[in-house]
């Protein structure tokens, strides 16, 4: 009908395909009814290339540029046109002076204006539910993608810590195979030099002291720490006034009814005489060889705890007392434990079907971590019990404890709490630790204690109707 008024055929132009009908960016002081045909309407993506997203779509009886025209706001799209399009444009006076004029111009307007604003509604509404649809999936996705990438973080950390734990059984392993000969020769000599004192030292006693019997005295007497050395050396001086301090040191060393039995038999002066030197000397020698053989003892038990330490590596799973690893473990670390005090209390618990290798690993890394929130003199206690169907083992410090909120965030990777500049810990992390923990079919957490410090706590279950069997898995 619109097309019927001769007045409205000079207001028609032409558009070709490819053709823009209205630009981007730019005011539009007319309004356009498509007539004939159909294009796109295109928003520039990428500056940089040129590249051009498809927004919506115009065809016959739809306006372009509606709201620039009212508002006299920059086009936010190109419209482009399709196919050949014809188009109705008419600006803004006289698109007033028809309205006021033609009736049916007003009419036919009005019911297009409807059309359309009805049509660009539903659009919107089904564009919303589009969009919101699409942003459930995407976080659906994004999540999915974060949980993968965190799978993939951990097996690429449990990879490279099995890849140290092998190095680590092989370094210790060799380590254990070279410290033992020398080691299994030392215990030898000390039996040997034992036999041989008997003949090598005079029976004969002066004085009713014999020194064959102050090198066995001497390596029967306990030892004593170097605070009560000094308290004895002091009370020696007091006793003793004339005698040397040099002397009173050495005399610190025996115990209290020896030094006196002493000083019966031989008396005593500023300088000792030759029977009190001989007597003295031969239980120093005996507080030697008690060193000698506390050294190698210590030695022996290192290299049994190192040897198995490494073979637990490659054993694989089968029925383990887990309170083994446990004292291998605090054998291995004894050098740096001896600044800390120790507390262990480890109960009966039966034995468990577990991996040793990787449980010692759990039980280095929680013992490190202690020692290093820990400080020095600190109590460090270690428990194991049965609670039910499961094993606990606890790992207790004095340190500042996990800092509130953080309790579950401890276990992530690439989180650490550790004090900075730390030298110390095998890399291993409380994610891997729980990983272990986990493939064990048990659990790991860690709170902070009333009394103050940490407290990581792992359980084990124990698995039903197979403690009968393990006599049968073992013989």
């Known amino acids: 009908m619109l097309l019927e008024d001769p007045d409205l055929e000079q207001h028609i132009l032409s558009f070709n395909a490819g053709q823009l ?19 796109n309407l295109e928003m520039q993506e990428s500056e940089a290339e040129a590249l051009s997203l498809k927004v919506g779509s115009f065809g016959r009886g739809d306006f372009l540029g509606l709201a620039s025209f009212w508002n006299q706001q ?31 111009f007003n009419q036919a307007i009005q019911n297009l204006f409807i059309s359309n604003l009805s049509h660009r509604y539903r ?5 919303n539910r589009q969009v919101a649809t699409l942003s459930r999936r995407l976080e659906k996705e994004s999540k999915e993608l974060r949980n993968a990438i965190n799978d993939l973080e951990s097996a690429q950390q449990q990879l490279v810590s099995q890849e140290k734990l092998v190095t680590l059984g092989q370094l210790i392993g060799g380590l254990a195979h070279e410290l033992n000969n020398p080691a299994a020769a030392l215990s030898r000599h000390f039996e040997h030099l034992l036999g041989l004192l008997p003949r090598l030292i005079p029976g004969d006693t002066t004085q009713g002291v014999s020194p064959m019997d102050m090198v066995l005295a001497g390596t029967e007497q306990p030892h004593f720490t170097p605070e009560e050395r000094r308290d004895r050396m002091a009370t020696l001086q007091e006793r003793f006034p004339g005698l040397p301090r040099s002397v009173c040191r050495r005399l610190a060393q025996a115990p209290d009814d020896m030094v006196d039995s002493w000083f019966r038999a031989f008396g005593h002066n500023e300088t000792l005489s030759p029977e009190f030197e001989s007597a003295l000397d031969a239980f120093e020698l005996g507080l030697c060889l008690r060193s000698q053989r506390i050294s190698v003892d210590r030695i022996t038990q290192l290299v049994t705890s190192l040897k198995n330490y490494s073979k637990a590596q490659g054993m694989g799973w089968q029925w383990i007392d887990i309170r083994d690893g446990l004292r291998d473990t605090l054998q291995l670390l004894k050098y740096r434990l001896k600044n800390y005090q120790i507390k262990s209390e480890l109960a009966e618990v039966p034995k468990i079907r577990a991996h040793q290798g990787q449980l010692n690993q759990v039980w280095t890394n929680l013992i490190v971590n202690a020692m290093e929130a820990t400080e020095v003199g600190g109590i460090i206690t270690i428990l194991a019990k049965r609670e039910a169907d499961e094993i606990h083992v606890e790992i207790q410090d004095e340190g500042c404890g996990i800092p509130k909120g953080l309790e579950e965030r401890i276990f992530e990777s690439e989180f650490s709490i550790r004090k900075q500049h730390s030298e110390s810990g095998l890399g291993l992390g409380l994610t891997i630790t729980r990983g272990i923990v986990q493939r064990h079919g048990g659990t790991i957490r860690g709170w902070n204690r009333s009394e103050g410090g940490a407290c990581f706590r792992v359980q084990l279950p124990i698995e039903k109707g197979e403690l009968e069997s393990i006599g049968d898995e073992l013989s």
Not at 80 to 95: I, K, P
Not at 123 to 127: A, V
């Open 21 to 39: 009908i209205l630009r981007s960016g730019e005011v539009n002081h007319g309004i356009y009814l498509i007539l004939k045909g159909h294009g």
């Open 74 to 104: 920059p086009n936010v799209a190109d419209s482009r046109a399709l196919t050949e399009v014809q188009c109705l444009v008419l600006d803004r006076n006289r698109f007033h002076q028809l309205s006021r004029q033609k009736v049916d």
């Open 123 to 127: 659009r919107g509404i089904t564009l």
